[in-house]
Every structure is written in structure tokens, then in C-alpha cells.
């Protein structure tokens, strides 16, 4: 601490993010990026944006990728919003639309950047939990509440929630947005977009890090109602009128246009975990049901920590999360089936000792 600070900085509780490391050969399997590089359209839009124009201020409102968006989910562009990765976009949400005299309702085992955004914006939120099978109940939340925000599929778990549960939150809190987070949705999921045009107070965030393969160029975006997306867009240009660079944008339309590349791409994942799934039932893991790029898994007789370690002795670096009821699990990502392969290895390994 320091006398210089701001008293809300004591009390935060910073999100931890996935450990980046410089480590030759190794097997990165931790951060839920895509092992696929992103679309060779999407590069060369770069290499051609990459002159002097770079001395120039980019479009402050990103209308050609807010248009590319659009035209994809057959919306207009003023139901779009984008912003420099889903993170920021979430961030937005927070402050603009989710703040209200009644708490806020989200998962209890979810991505741990809500209660951080909670804590930041002063967004009273109450936590519900999942049931014993880690699947969000629909019932606990028909109760009083200014908002609510759900990853779909949700994270670090995986599952899913058929539309027709969307549905039924929106029809029983009308009068409050319900956020649809919907960075996984490529992998297997079920999208809300459908429902934009019958509930106002719809409102889906998706991102280019995961299924366009675009982790390390931020690019998030957020799908609803004019209304909804007027709220962002006056909370982002008091923050910062340039959220995306002009190289980002010409790359993210340009990924957005190659149809074929995604599908290419994603169900190139979806093959590997189907896969991956079945080889890690074969070595007595529990394995929950995922609709993501990653799964969520637990040894019948091996702690998550030590697994953890033990793979990362051997060049596999995968995720665990400290936290009750989930500590035992590890959180993998989808590799190549090369990389897929080697955490197999390494596990044997392992489990043979």
C-alpha cells in the first residue's frame, strides 16, 4: 500500500490472468488460445494497412468492422459496439449498464472477471451457485435483481444453456439487461442473437480471441438493442475515443468476411476435444460436458496441484484454479492434436508412477 493511492486500490482484488512464459517447446495449453493461426486474409489486410496512414488517428467508431459484424448476424451497425478485446467491452457493460439499486446475478463458479469489474465499479452483485453437477439453475435466478450477466457456454466449466433458457430469463426479467457472454459460443454452444430483435433487454459480448484466433490482437464486440449499445458507446468515448487501432480493425473485418476459415478452424477444434475427451475418460478423468474450446477435468485419485506440477516438469502447461469445489480440476485447452497428443503422453506418464 501506499499513501499515494486511491482508496478503492487497497480493496481490489486484480484479475489473474494466464501465465504467458518464454519457454521453448512448450506445450501451452493454459489460456484457451487458438492453436490455428488466424485467417491469412486477416494478415494481409494488415501488411497493406501498415503504411505511412499509421500517422493518422483510426476511425473512432470502427464503421467498417461494426458494418462487417452486422451484416454476419443480419443486424444493423448501430446495434454494434466493439471494443479493444471482450474484456473491455465486459468493463463497459459493467459501468454503463449493470449498476442499478437492485444487486447484480451471476454464477458463483464463472469467469473471475465479474466480481472484479463488481468490485471496481462499486456493482453490488450477489453470487448464485452452480448445482452439483456444476450447471447454472435457471430457478435461482427468478428473483428481484438490477442485471444479470452468464457466460454461455460458461468458464472455466464449459457448459452450456440451451437458448430456450436464455429465453426464459429474458421473459422473466424484462425490465432488467441480461448479459449472454458469449466468448466460447463457436465451439459448440447455442447463440442468443436470434432473440435481439424480440428483447431490448438482450445484450451478447463475443470476441475474435478465441475462434478467429486473434488473442493477441484485442478485438471484442457487443450485439443488442440501439439503446443498449448507445450506453457503451457514451461510456467509451469518456474513457478513450480510439480503442482500436487501425491494424486491429482492418484485420478483425477482414477475419470476420473469411466464412471459411472459421468454419475451417473451429471444427478442427471441436474434432480434437471429442477426441481429447474420450482419451482422458480412458485415464479415469471426470470430464464435464463442454461446448468451449477447452475442458474442465478432475482424476479420480489425483490432486489437481500435483497434476499441475507434474505436467509443467514435463513441458505441458495447463490451468487450475485454487478455489472450492473446482481445485481439483484442470482447465485444458485445445491444442493441434500434436499438442493434444504430448498431454496424453505426459499424463500416462505421470499416472504411471
Not at 18 to 44: F, W
Not at 128 to 151: E, N, S, T, V
Not at 183 to 200: C, H, K, M, R, T
Not at 237 to 251: C, E, M, T
Request: proline share 7%; glycine share 6%.
Amino acid at each position: 500500500m501506499s499513501r499515494y493511492w486511491s482508496d478503492i486500490v487497497s480493496k481490489l482484488r486484480p484479475y489473474v490472468a494466464g501465465e504467458q512464459p518464454r519457454i521453448p517447446g512448450l506445450v501451452k495449453l493454459n489460456t484457451n488460445e487458438n492453436p490455428y493461426g488466424p485467417s491469412p486474409k486477416a494478415i494481409e489486410a494488415i501488411r497493406q494497412a501498415a503504411d505511412d496512414r499509421l500517422r493518422l488517428y483510426p476511425d473512432p467508431s470502427a464503421t467498417e468492422l461494426r458494418e462487417a459484424i452486422a451484416a454476419r448476424f443480419n443486424l444493423t451497425a448501430e446495434e454494434v459496439f466493439v471494443g479493444n478485446g471482450s474484456d473491455e467491452v465486459l468493463a463497459h457493460t459493467f459501468q454503463a449498464l449493470l449498476k442499478h439499486e437492485l444487486p447484480l446475478l451471476y454464477p458463483d463458479i464463472t469467469y473471475s472477471f465479474y466480481p472484479t469489474y463488481s468490485l471496481l465499479y462499486g456493482v453490488e452483485a450477489i453470487e448464485m451457485p452452480l448445482d452439483d453437477q456444476f450447471r447454472i439453475r435457471l430457478a435461482d435466478y427468478d428473483r428481484p435483481c438490477g442485471a444479470i450477466i452468464i457466460p454461455n457456454p460458461n468458464a472455466p466449466t464449459g457448459i452450456g444453456l440451451p437458448l430456450a433458457g436464455i429465453e426464459a430469463l429474458l421473459t422473466a426479467h424484462p425490465d432488467a439487461v441480461v448479459v449472454i457472454d458469449e466468448a466460447y459460443v463457436d465451439f459448440g454452444g447455442e447463440s442468443a442473437v436470434p432473440l435481439i430483435s424480440y428483447y431490448p433487454n438482450l445484450l451478447i459480448i463475443q470476441t475474435l480471441s478465441k475462434s478467429r484466433s486473434f488473442a493477441g490482437l484485442r478485438v471484442g464486440f457487443a450485439l443488442g438493442h440501439r439503446d443498449l449499445i448507445e450506453a457503451l458507446v457514451r461510456v467509451k468515448d469518456s474513457f478513450n475515443s480510439y480503442p482500436l487501432d487501425r491494424l486491429a480493425q482492418v484485420a478483425a473485418t477482414a477475419a470476420i468476411k473469411d466464412e471459411a476459415w472459421f468454419e475451417t478452424s473451429r471444427r478442427k477444434i471441436i474434432a480434437s476435444r471429442e477426441t481429447l475427451v474420450r482419451q482422458l475418460e480412458a485415464l479415469s478423468f471426470q470430464v464435464l460436458p463442454s461446448q468451449a474450446n477447452f475442458l474442465f477435468a478432475m482424476h479420480e485419485s489425483r490432486s489437481g496441484g500435483a497434476l499441475l506440477a507434474e505436467l509443467r516438469e514435463r513441458g505441458v502447461l495447463v490451468r487450475r484454479f485454487a478455489e472450492p469445489r473446482i481445485s481439483e480440476f484442470l482447465r485444458i485447452s485445445i491444442g493441434t492434436d500434436e499438442e493434444c497428443a504430448r498431454l496424453v503422453a505426459a499424463l500416462k506418464e505421470i499416472l504411471a508412477a
